[in-house]
């Protein structure tokens, strides 16, 4: 199967299942505050293709090479982030 196909299965079933879950929660609330500031819906847009991106390209690298490589530099991904954490905010 081809990491679309995958993803867009992943997205479909996530898609369905959180729809359910934020509806008995806070859809609504949520969607009041996302709605009334521009910022907030840009970031929540910008977080939203980011996460796409990530997933797809950890698919495409386990399809480029193999999968144990791929896990290997994902698991190093904490590490990133607090290494990009310190770079951005200058802690």
Not at 22 to 42: E, G, M, Q, V
């Amino acid at each position: 199967i081809s990491p679309y196909s995958l993803l867009t299965l992943q997205m479909i079933f996530g898609l369905v299942l959180f729809s359910i879950v934020s509806y008995c929660t806070r859809l609504k609330t949520d969607l009041a505050i996302i709605t009334a500031d521009r910022a907030t819906l840009a970031y929540v847009l910008l977080a939203m293709v980011t996460f796409n991106v990530g997933n797809l390209l950890i698919f495409l690298s386990i399809q480029a090479k193999n999968a144990t490589l791929a896990g290997l530099i994902e698991l190093c991904y904490p590490m990133f982030t607090v290494l990009f954490s310190l770079l951005l905010f200058k802690v």
